[in-house]
């Protein structure tokens, strides 16, 4: 296999770990909506901190992008 | 009239697919926008002196390079100062437009930091907070300019622009190392200033091991935030930039505009996200141990 192959699969492998990132966004949102639904009322203590942890999860999808774009284009 | 205008939207999509990439591909034409070139590192505008080599402590006087971003960053600056200073010029008591825009805006991150940090320590908490997070938001706002792509110089013999004259300043990798670094030195100095030495008592914990453990995982996820916090921001531009650039070349007309939309949310939501997340560990830096908080507060 060349060398370009290679790099090309690794970009590939690299970007397939947002997959994580995106299923635990799908299970922080569905965390907030069922308490929501529950208790609309609490909407201001539960809509910031599902933010800051929305955040902390697509950071991590992030580092994977970033990798599969460093491979990509400086690699 | 609203089928007319669907219509016509509807022919401007097909239009820009057939042009765009899918449709060159497809008939062999060369597309009607070019391939993005993608750069990591910023492209250098102005270079005076000469350093080869950045990383040379030797040659730290010999030269300057000014980068497109370092340019974006100036402009958008000079901006955000020019529309405060225009706006507080003669302030009113029942504000004009402008000063009532900007006091909506200084009034909602005053309340959301007054929020998080409670009422003692939300004015100190204000001016760094507030300014990482204009200054993140219209930096990545400004690069939706359609200036942005446009304006550059063609090196000889390229038909595509090879150096951009401005470009989103988050891009460079130094800003969002820079905002992380001052995120992290702005909870770190906070807990020194309230808790003295004993904020270290966080980090080197207890008689069981567990509790050092702890410790160490505390002290190592204090450090990772510098990490974290660069990657976050940068991650997020590069890619925005990127998805702009091959939405446009992909799907040349109308569409493009829904990617921008979600630009301008994304930089606003990193801005909110950069502050948000100093905030809180500021917060919980500061916040009391079990018991003889008082007297460290009183003196300090």
Known sequence: ??????????????GLGMFGSGIGLGILGSGAMNALGRNPEAKDAIVP??????????????????????????? | MAKLILGIALVMVLTGLGVGAIGAALLDNDP???????????????????????????????????????????????????????????????????????????????????????????????????????????????????????????????????THLLRSAATDINLPIALAIIAFLFAEIWGFKVHRISY???????PNPIQTFVGVLELVSHFIRLISFTFRLFGNMVAG???????????????????????????GVQGLILMGLTLVFTVMAVAPHEGHEEEHLAAG
Do not use: C
Not at chain 2, 246 to 252: A, D, I, Q, R, Y
């Open chain 1, 1 to 14: 296999m060349e060398a370009e192959a290679g790099k090309f699969l690794a970009v590939g492998l690299a």
């Open chain 1, 49 to 75: 901190n599902m933010v800051l942890a929305l955040a902390f999860t697509e950071a991590i999808g992030i580092y994977g992008l970033v990798t599969a774009i460093l491979l990509l284009f400086v690699a």
């Open chain 2, 32 to 162: 009607f926008v070019a391939l993005p070139a993608v750069h990591i590192a910023p492209q250098a505008v102005v270079e005076f002196g000469n350093r080869s080599n950045v990383w040379d402590f030797g040659q730290l006087f010999s030269g300057f390079t000014i980068t497109n971003t370092l340019i974006s960053a100036w402009l958008t600056t000079g901006l955000v100062v020019l529309l405060f200073g225009v706006g507080t010029r003669s302030m009113k008591l029942v504000p004009g437009r402008l000063q009532g825009l900007l006091e909506m805006l200084i009034e909602a991150l005053y309340n959301f930091i007054k929020g998080v940090s409670g009422e003692r320590y939300a004015r100190a908490f204000f001016p760094i907070l507030a300014t990482m997070f204009i200054f993140v938001a219209f930096n990545a706002w400004m690069a939706l300019l359609p200036v942005y792509p446009t304006v550059g110089f063609k090196a000889d013999g390229h038909d595509e622009l090879t």
């Open chain 2, 200 to 206: 270290l008592k966080e980090f080197f914990r207890g």
């Open chain 2, 241 to 267: 930039e990127i998805v702009l650039g091959l939405m446009t070349f992909l799907l040349v007309f109308l569409v493009p505009i829904a990617f921008y939309g979600l630009e301008i949310l994304v930089g």
